[in-house]
C-alpha cells in the first residue's frame, strides 16, 4: 500500500474522515519547508547512491523530532545539514562505498572522502539557495566530518550525528541494512542497534534509539508472529 492510498477494508463500516485533525494540529508530523524543499531539489541528484536519498529524508525526519526535544540546538543549521550530510558519497563508487562502511572492514579513506566532497557539494548548494555565510560556514564544518569525528562540536553537531545514527535503527534502515549485507530483520537490527547507541550524543537520541529498538524487538518476537490477524480469519 502506497503512502496515500487507501485500505479496501473499512471493518467499522462507515466514514470517518471527517474527523481527521489538519495535518498542522498534530504533534510531531513534519515536512520540508521552503528552504529546505530548495535544498533539496539541488542536492537530491548527490544522493542516489547507496539510498542516501530517502536516508536523508528519514534522517531529516528523525532530526525535526529531535529538535523539539533538544531547544537549544538551532534548525538553521541542523537541518539543512541533515539534508546535505551525505551527498560526498556521489563521488564514490557504490560498491566501494558498502566497503567503506562494513562492519569489521572499512576504507577510512573514502569515509572522509565523502565527507571532504559532501562540504564542497553543500557550500555550493547552500550558496546558490541565499543561506547566511556565517550558517554556511557551520553547516559545512559539521559534514566535514560527521561520520569520522568522534567528538561533537556543539550541540548542532550533536543533533545531527544522532539523526543520521538512528535512522539504523528505524524500519527503513534496517531494511536497507539487510539488503546491503545479505543480513535477516532480526540480524541488522541487532547490528545496527549495537552499533549506533554508544555513538549516540543526547538523551533524546538515546530514547529514541531504546523505542526504536523496542518495538522493532516486538516486532520479531515470536509472540507476534502468532497473534490473531483479522483478515486471516477472513
Not at 498534530?26 to 520540508?32: A, S, Y
Not at 540480524?187 to 523496542?214: I, K, P, Q
Request: aromatic share 6%; hydrophobic share 40%.
Amino acid at each position: 500500500m502506497t503512502a496515500w492510498s487507501r485500505p479496501r477494508i473499512n471493518h467499522l463500516g462507515r466514514d470517518v474522515s471527517a474527523r481527521i485533525p489538519p495535518r498542522d494540529t498534530v504533534p510531531g508530523m513534519v515536512w520540508l519547508g521552503e528552504r529546505d524543499e530548495a535544498i533539496w531539489r539541488l542536492a537530491a541528484s548527490y544522493l542516489t547512491v547507496r539510498d542516501n536519498d530517502a536516508h536523508s529524508l528519514y534522517s531529516y525526519g528523525i532530526a525535526r523530532a529531535l529538535l523539539s526535544q533538544v531547544p537549544e540546538a538551532d534548525e538553521r543549521i541542523v537541518l539543512p545539514a541533515i539534508l546535505l550530510h551525505d551527498t560526498g558519497w556521489s563521488t564514490v563508487d557504490e560498491q566501494d562505498a558498502l566497503e567503506a562502511i562494513a562492519p569489521g572492514g572499512g576504507r577510512p579513506d573514502l569515509v572522509l572522502q565523502h565527507e571532504r566532497e559532501g562540504a564542497r557539494i553543500a557550500r555550493e548548494i547552500l550558496n546558490a539557495v541565499d543561506v547566511p555565510t556565517a550558517d554556511i560556514d557551520i553547516i559545512v564544518e559539521i559534514i566535514d566530518g560527521h561520520d569520522s569525528r568522534t567528538t561533537s562540536l556543539s550541540i548542532n553537531d550533536s543533533v545531527v550525528k544522532d539523526a543520521d545514527k538512528l535512522w539504523r535503527v528505524s524500519p527503513h534502515g534496517r531494511a536497507v541494512v539487510c539488503d546491503w549485507f545479505g543480513l535477516d530483520d532480526d540480524e541488522a537490527l541487532r547490528l545496527c542497534a549495537y552499533r549506533a547507541y554508544d555513538e549516540l550524543f543526547t538523551d533524546a537520541g538515546r530514547a529514541m534509539s531504546r523505542a526504536l529498538v523496542a518495538l522493532g524487538s516486538m516486532q520479531l518476537s515470536p509472540q507476534m508472529a502468532s497473534v490473531y490477524r483479522r483478515e486471516e480469519s477472513q
